[in-house]
């Protein structure tokens, strides 16, 4: 398997065409993944907003000044209506905010990102991934798989790493269900997220800050034969961890 960077792409703005630009700088071949950071997809589909777009409720100003006082630091009540508008739910309110996206991302601060917008003093995650996946997928002239990726913690250790945000043109689990280990015994419970882990080496290569490249390609790389499914994010009645979260208080 070989994952190389696309370097080249210029800065991207509201209405660019993701897939022409990446064509410009990388020869395609059948059967690649193109792994894409969300961060130029939002750009390119005019997700940069000013704070003063967000007027801040109540609840807002509440956090914000919850959050000030856990922290010390300034808290902007516009910041905190950000996001509460790209949440369907808050796990936590304290000491941070813990989401859940309109299209079931559990991340920090509904992944709002406020580095790197030339354009604003926000950048939110795509409305649907999965959607701007698949628009990138069609418009290219290979027959490839793409990924929209995104970094975020982790619980239980320290540092980030990306994980998939929308795909199309492959699977998102690898299900090992049904299959044998070396000693004959049936796995159980086994379901690898290759989508996950394919952002991950993607991210290897594309680095971070002002250095980074937003695009990778992972070639050579085959799904196999295994079944394949797409459900990556938990559902709210088998997830435990989120069951617990919301009876959890700071």
């Given at each position: 398997?070989?994952?190389?960077?696309?370097?080249?792409?210029?800065?991207?703005?509201?209405?660019?065409?993701?897939?022409?630009?990446?064509?410009?700088?990388?020869?395609?071949?059948?059967?690649?993944?193109?792994?894409?950071?969300?961060?130029?997809?939002?750009?390119?589909?005019?997700?940069?907003?000013?704070?003063?777009?967000?007027?801040?409720?109540?609840?807002?100003?509440?956090?914000?000044?919850?959050?000030?006082?856990?922290?010390?630091?300034?808290?902007?009540?516009?910041?905190?209506?950000?996001?509460?508008?790209?949440?369907?739910?808050?796990?936590?309110?304290?000491?941070?905010?813990?989401?859940?996206?309109?299209?079931?991302?559990?991340?920090?601060?509904?992944?709002?990102?406020?580095?790197?917008?030339?354009?604003?003093?926000?950048?939110?995650?795509?409305?649907?991934?999965?959607?701007?996946?698949?628009?990138?997928?069609?418009?290219?002239?290979?027959?490839?798989?793409?990924?929209?990726?995104?970094?975020?913690?982790?619980?239980?250790?320290?540092?980030?790493?990306?994980?998939?945000?929308?795909?199309?043109?492959?699977?998102?689990?690898?299900?090992?269900?049904g299959e044998r280990d070396r000693d004959g015994r049936e796995l159980g419970v086994t379901?690898?997220?290759?989508?996950?882990?394919?952002?991950?080496?993607?991210?290897?290569?594309?680095?971070?800050?002002?250095?980074?490249?937003?695009?990778?390609?992972?070639?050579?790389?085959?799904?196999?034969?295994?079944?394949?499914?797409?459900?990556?994010?938990?559902?709210?009645?088998?997830?435990?961890?989120?069951?617990?979260?919301?009876?959890?208080?700071?």
């Amino acid at each position: 398997m070989e994952v190389f960077a696309v370097p080249g792409l210029p800065e991207v703005r509201a209405g660019d065409d993701i897939a022409a630009l990446i064509e410009a700088q990388a020869d395609l071949q059948d059967g690649d993944v193109v792994c894409v950071a969300s961060t130029i997809v939002s750009k390119a589909e005019g997700r940069a907003f000013d704070l003063s777009a967000f007027e801040p409720s109540h609840r807002a100003r509440s956090i914000a000044r919850r959050l000030e006082g856990i922290t010390g630091d300034r808290k902007d009540p516009r910041f905190a209506q950000a996001v509460l508008a790209e949440s369907e739910e808050l796990l936590m309110e304290a000491p941070f905010l813990l989401t859940v996206t309109q299209f079931g991302h559990i991340t920090v601060n509904a992944g709002i990102d406020r580095s790197n917008v030339p354009d604003g003093d926000l950048l939110l995650l795509p409305d649907d991934p999965a959607a701007s996946a698949r628009a990138i997928r069609e418009s290219l002239s290979a027959d490839v798989a793409v990924v929209v990726t995104d970094t975020s913690g982790r619980p239980f250790r320290h540092g980030q790493r990306a994980v998939a945000l929308g795909w199309d043109g492959m699977a998102a689990n690898r299900d090992w269900r049904g299959e044998r280990d070396r000693d004959g015994r049936e796995l159980g419970v086994t379901v690898q997220s290759v989508v996950d882990e394919l952002a991950g080496a993607a991210n290897l290569v594309t680095g971070e800050g002002a250095g980074g490249t937003p695009v990778a390609v992972v070639r050579d790389w085959s799904f196999g034969d295994h079944d394949g499914h797409d459900l990556l994010f938990r559902d709210p009645e088998t997830d435990f961890v989120r069951q617990a979260l919301r009876q959890w208080s700071y």
